[in-house]
């Protein structure tokens, strides 16, 4: 990784806006082509950014308590400053939600078309506050009831009607059969999707009664 | 989760915001939300006004049933110790929480999709605040407020048109498609009956044969007991005279008549069989020919059918089911109708027999059938799950065999056969166990109720011997027995076939809509009332505010802008993902517009007809398709009059030939599945000469030679552009050298037009343009310097 981290000439994190509002509304034919100095220097300059670019796309970047500042921006979100980038908006991703959903958390920026700014490789390694406020964007956005009961599970048609309690309370729901509606995760761990792919998940077959698991026979 | 009727949220709500200073009649549209920020169920009401958007926010209520799409079906039938929505409380306002935005500050509102909740998110004064959160069920009726608000911000007035209902107003299920809105439990069963029904028309002779031979097989069935047991025992070996006489034999021949009595068992048995194998041919002809014609409408259908249709279905999947489908219908129909009558008349005329004979046992036996009848029903289905079990196993072993046979070049390359080897262990043990479930099944089945069975017969029997002994019944002797007891084993046909006829009637009538539901489905790409015809195109083409989206939230174009004029040739560059590919879609019309307008010549594509626009318009696409046959039916694929010298004459003009001819067969070499395998470009150049051979006047290419050489691609561009004269083309390609014949380049960004022009005109806006022009000419540099 050499010198070229941070605040590149002019541009600076405006380049690729960091802050979301360069990414969105404008774009327009005259967008880019308005700033930058005259055409001899701006080739020059366009080429150390590309390779600037290509740099930061293989560049992987860990993120810990040294290097980067989370805050709550009180509208809901994160902010996010490393070194001298400061991100007013950012997006917390889990890379494997199924297979270690505490490690590898990638930090984004919120454009559409967003961008890693860098990874937190384990909840561990941060500290609880931070950990904390991570938390609570993950819980948002994997939001998935985990079955704890299956009262009953009717099909007929083409769907079938599920009526469980979960550690959200119960809830009704409907799945499309014959689907891949049901997704084994592993031989004991299932993932259910409704027809508007809501979320269910099932840690452990091996937990639930032998009534209930007679009930998931339909699907195992 | 409070149902809501016309979009009416519960009365306290509107109390609630009239203490905010907002009148009921100034809602414009409401929605609802279900999540808080700590990833509770919660309810939250959102109400737009032409000023204000409110949010408010109840608190957590995770004591309570949510209920999600479609299961309000359930909810009737389950009266568990829940609280259901409407047996609660009135919502408490108390500790509601509420956030007004002004619409005029509010400079965008949009929806962000996560993995289980949603995000509304609207941004003024620079920030982005995180107005509110729901699940999936609610982002329909959230989208539609982020639709409507992004329209009044433009000036017009928001239509927030009411949604299809989507539920049966009779039983409340949902519609399986919500566009057909066909209740499988209430639709008309006998409609489709006798739809189906029309099929078996042509071998109405057939049927009445079939029909007339399974009445007599029934009658002698019922006579058979009879000979064997009454007849042989009672009169014959029992040398009745009266029995002799009456059948007009001298008294004392009770050999003759034991004779006839053997040869007419013999006759018997022998109709029995020979009608068996009539009923065997007759049955196979009729099956084939039901099934085949209602695979030819189905595949008739198929082809019209947008590429939609079959997106929304697996295509493999739908295939194995139609087939499937077909043979179950034909078999209820072959197998189960026919015997409905016959089954039910030998039933009654043999409990009438029954009594007749001896109406105390007669008795036994009627009290026994619904006990027998019932255990059936009973235990039946719990097999059927297994067999399920079964089919999924199978069917997970089959995908997996498939992946490895069509990726067994990945296996090999990666070593990796022995992992293959133990997931296909894994899964034939599945298979395995799936299989010991169902025999262990089937033996439990056969004790139950093979016992029970043996129980009542020997209840019949016991009864019959204490008859014969005791003397009582004078009619009882051995013979009447023997009867009896085949008369109660004849029973038993009938019984099975009523207790699995209810079942196999409804999957059949199911399996026979959802064929129907093919046969009759509308293509939602829809040819016009009357479609205008294009005989002699231009080939000019305009995007009108074209926006498009696969998923109704996520456009994938928005609001594209574009003129290309007829015999131009424009190129089309940008990023992997940017919508270059559904632009040229929806040009020929693969899926339709959702905003806007595409028109050819000034008429809009929707009213042409699809014929001339099929004709007119001609893609090699990003994907190549090779069917099965000949290089040169390949080639002649849209153009079948085409003779030789034209086939010879495209693949000429698409650099194809040199390579067809060092194949042994030429132009009849087989390729495509089961033939011979070609490269990338080898099958590129195949689709372009297809493309050239139809002769269209808007020539589309996406991607059409990047898999080709730049020497060949070269050779390839001079033909085109030889070709291109008075016909408009539009190139997709990422290497930009296949560009620079284009009359002007048009560049595409997440789904908008961002820049277009000539090659100077771009290189000197240096923008998206420039940079790719720079990234690609002086690629070998950059790659040297971040080397260094
Ligand atoms: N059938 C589909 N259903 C849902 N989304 C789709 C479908 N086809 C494409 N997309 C999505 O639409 C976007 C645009 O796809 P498109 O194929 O138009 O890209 P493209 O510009 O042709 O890319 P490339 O250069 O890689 O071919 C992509 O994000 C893609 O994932
Ligand atoms: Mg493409």
Redesign the pocket.
Known sequence: MSGTGVGHGPEGPGGHGPGGPGGRGQGGPKGPGGRGPGAGEFEDFQLSQMEKETEEMLRVRYLNDENAVFERTGTGFLSLRVGEEFYPRVVVVRMFPFSDKDEFISIRTAEERSREIGIVEKMSQVSGETARMLEEQLTLRYFTPVIEKIIKIKDEYGFAYWNVVTDHGACNFTIRMGGNSVIHLSDVRILIMDIDENRFEIPDINRLTPAERKKLDLFL | MVKMENNKLPRQVYTFLKEKGIREQDVLYTAQTDLNAEGEFADGYLVLTKDVLGIIQAPAAEDRVHSFRGSSLLKAELTEDTVYEEDAQEPDREEWSAQFVEIDRLERLWIENGVGCNLLVGKWEDREHCLTMFTHLQKRSLAKLTRGIEQMKRGGSPDFDAEADEYCPKCGRMYPDRARRVCPNCMDKHNVFFRVFRYFKPYRVNFVIMMATIAVTALLNLIWPYLNGNILYNKVLAKDPEFLSGIGLKPDSFVTALLMLVLAMVATKLVLLLFGILQGVLTARMVIGVVRDLKKDIFRKMGQLSISFY?SRQTGGLMTRVLSDANRITGFFVDDAPFFLVHALTMVATIVVMFAMNPWMALIAVVMLPILFGLNRYLRPRIWVMFGRRHRAERSMNSLINDNLTGSRVVKSFGQEKKEIQRFEGSSRRLKEAEIAISYRQNWFQLVYGGARELASMAIWALGVYFIMSGSGEEMQLGTLITFVGYVGQLQGPMNFFARIPNRWADSMNSAQRIFEIIDAVPEVLEAQKPRRLEQPEGDIELDNVTFG??VNRP?LKDVNLHIPAGSMVGIV?R???????LVNLISRMYDVQEGEIRIDGIPIRELSFNDLRRNVAMVS?ETYIFMGTVAENIAYANQGADLKEIMRAAKLAGAHEFIMRMPDGYDTRIGSSGRELSGGERQRISIARAILANPKILILD?ATASVDTETERVIQKALNYLVQGRTTISIA?RLSTLRDADYLVVIDHGKVTEQGTHQELFALKGTYYKLQELQTKALQLKGEIGG
């Not at chain 2, 992997?576 to 559904?582: E, I, M, P, Y």
């Open positions: 997106r696969y998923e994938v940008g992997s993902g940017a919508g270059k590919t559904t990003q991607e990422h």
